[in-house]
C-alpha cells in the first residue's frame, strides 16, 4: 500500500511504522497538485527515491513557485501521469508511467497503446472509508473552501468510488487488462522503504563529529564551569556534575548539551539576555554550561526529573529570549547547521467543541443566531431535540480533533543528523522566514 498525500508527506514514517504493526508492505510517496488539478503521483523506490520527491516539493515551497506540468527526471523515484487521451500517444521517460483508473479503461477500447503497453498502472485513490466518510469529505472541503456544501462541486472533491475495494474487485474490474495490474505489481515488488524500523530519532548525534570527542568537550566545559559557579573546591558540586556526565554520555545526549551551549554561547556573546527555564532547570551540567541560572544545589532540584536512565524521549531545554533578538538567534542556528538540517517545528491545531459547531453550520448554511444558539450551553436541553442539532452533533462525533490548520511552534527547533527532506518536505510560511517542517495531517486526502 502506498501513501500520498496531497503536496504534503509528513504522514510517512507512522505510516510506516503501522503498516509494519499489520505486516502490510509501505510505500511512500507523494501527489503533486496545482489548483486541485492532480498533475501527478510521485512513487518512492526507496529512501533516497523519498527525498528525491520532498526535495522537489520542498524547492517549490520555498521558492514559492507553481508545480510544473510535468515532474523532473528522478533517479530514485518514479512518476505517474493521470490518464489522458492525449499522453497515450506521446511518450514517457525512463521513470515515467500512466496511470488508468478502473473507469477510465473503456477509453482504451480501439486504442493502439503498444507504445505504453508497459507503462500502464492500476490507478486506485483512496480517500474515504465509506459512504458515511465521504459525506465528511464534503463538510470538510466545504469548510476549506468557506462555501455551502451545496456549492462543493465535483472538482472541489474526491470521486465517491475513491475508497478500499473489496478483495478481488478491483481485479475484476481489470481482468481483461490483466497486463495492467502486473506491470502495477511488478513496480510495487520493486520499491522498498529501507527506513530504520520503529521510532527514528532524527536529532544530529555529534556536535564535533566525534562521539569521544563530544564526550571530552562536554566534560571540560562542564568542570570549567562548575569552577566559575562554584569554585575549585566544592565537592558535593564536584560529586553532582560527575553522575550527571554519566547518565548524559549514556544516554547520548553529549551533542544535545554541546548544541544548546553553542547556542547560549553565541547569545551572550551578542549581549542578548535569555532564560533557562522548565525541567531542564534541574540540571547543574546546565548550570554550569550557563544554559539556565538556576542552581539546583541551592535548590535541591533533582537532576532525574530532567533525565534519567527510564526516559524514552529525549530532554528538551526551553530557552527564552526578547522578541527584538530571537530571530536573530534563529538565523545564527540555520547558518551555523545549515539549511538542510535545520527547521522549526511545524504544529497542527485541531477542529474543537464550539468550533466545530461553528463550521458545520456555516456550512449548513444556518444564520448565526441559529448558529449561536446551538453553542450556548443553556439550551443543551432544547437543543438535543433539534433535528438539525442531531445532524451536527453526529458530523461532531467524526470531525471531533481532525486537524483544521497548521502553523508555526512559537519556538521548537529541530537540528537533525540527516538531512531533513528523509522524512519530510519543508515548508516556508508567509509570515516567517525560517524554514518549517510540515504539520503531520492525520488522515486521507486534502489539505484541511
Known amino acids: 500500500m502506498a501513501l500520498t498525500d496531497i503536496n504534503n508527506s509528513t504522514g510517512i514514517m507512522e505510516f510506516m511504522r503501522g503498516c509494519d504493526e499489520h505486516g502490510i508492505k509501505p510505500i511512500g510517496g ?130 465517491k468510488t475513491d475508497m478500499f475495494l473489496p478483495p478481488g474487485e478491483l481485479e475484476a474490474k481489470f481482468s481483461k487488462y490483466a497486463f495492467i495490474l502486473d506491470n502495477t505489481r511488478k513496480l510495487m515488488d520493486g520499491c522498498k522503504m529501507d527506513y530504520e524500523k520503529g521510532k527514528v530519532h532524527l536529532n544530529r548525534k555529534t556536535f564535533t563529529g566525534n562521539k569521544n570527542d563530544d564526550k571530552s568537550l562536554l566534560e571540560k566545559l562542564a568542570m570549567e564551569g562548575m569552577v566559575y559557579r562554584y569554585g575549585k573546591s566544592n565537592k558535593k558540586a564536584l560529586k553532582k556534575v560527575e553522575d550527571e556526565l554519566k547518565v548524559i554520555n549514556d544516554l547520548g545526549y553529549c551533542a544535545y548539551f554541546l548544541i544548546t551551549w553553542d547556542i547560549i554561547r553565541y547569545s551572550m556573546a551578542k ?77 497542527m491545531s485541531t477542529f474543537k467543541d464550539r468550533s466545530v459547531i461553528r463550521e458545520i453550520g456555516k456550512v449548513m448554511g444556518l444564520p448565526k443566531a441559529e448558529i449561536d444558539g446551538f453553542t450556548d450551553p443553556a439550551k443543551a436541553e432544547e437543543n438535543r431535540k433539534n433535528p438539525t442539532f442531531e445532524k451536527i452533533t453526529a458530523i461532531y462525533g467524526m470531525m471531533k480533533e481532525m486537524p483544521n490548520q497548521r502553523s508555526i511552534h512559537a519556538g521548537g527547533v ?25 504539520g503531520y495531517v492525520r488522515g486521507r486526502g486534502y489539505w484541511i
Open 30 to 159: 507523494i501527489e503533486f497538485r496545482r489548483n486541485k488539478q492532480l498533475l501527478y503521483v510521485g512513487i518512492a523506490r526507496n529512501k533516497e527515491g523519498m527525498k528525491e520527491l520532498n526535495d522537489f516539493l520542498t524547492e517549490h515551497n520555498l521558492e514559492q513557485k507553481e508545480l510544473p506540468d510535468k515532474a523532473k527526471p528522478f533517479r530514485y523515484a518514479i512518476v505517474i501521469y493521470p490518464y489522458t487521451d492525449d499522453i497515450i500517444t506521446g511518450s514517457l521517460g525512463e521513470n515515467e508511467y500512466l496511470g488508468i483508473r478502473f473507469d477510465e479503461l473503456h477509453s482504451l477500447h480501439g486504442k493502439n497503446i503498444s507504445n505504453v503497453k508497459d507503462k500502464l498502472l492500476a490507478l486506485q485513490p483512496v480517500f474515504v472509508a465509506d459512504r458515511i466518510e465521504y459525506r465528511l469529505h464534503e463538510y470538510l472541503r466545504g469548510i476549506d473552501l468557506n462555501t455551502l456544501l451545496t456549492m462543493v462541486v465535483p472538482e472541489d472533491k474526491c470521486s
Open 271 to 347: 549581549g542578548y539576555y535569555h532564560v533557562g527555564r522548565g525541567s531542564g532547570a534541574n540540571s547543574t551540567v546546565a548550570f554550569c554550561l550557563r544554559i539556565t541560572d538556576v542552581d539546583p544545589l541551592e535548590l535541591d532540584l533533582y537532576f532525574e526529573r530532567f533525565l534519567n536512565a527510564q526516559r524514552t524521549s529525549p530532554p528538551d531545554f526551553d530557552i527564552d529570549y526578547s522578541w527584538d533578538e530571537r530571530e536573530d538567534v534563529q538565523d545564527y542556528i540555520f547558518k551555523r547547521y545549515g539549511k538542510a538540517h535545520t527547521a522549526l517545528l511545524g504544529t
Open 414 to 438: 529541530l537540528i537533525s543528523e540527516e538531512p531533513i527532506t528523509y522524512y519530510t518536505a519543508l515548508d516556508l510560511p508567509l509570515q516567517r522566514h525560517a524554514y518549517c517542517t510540515m
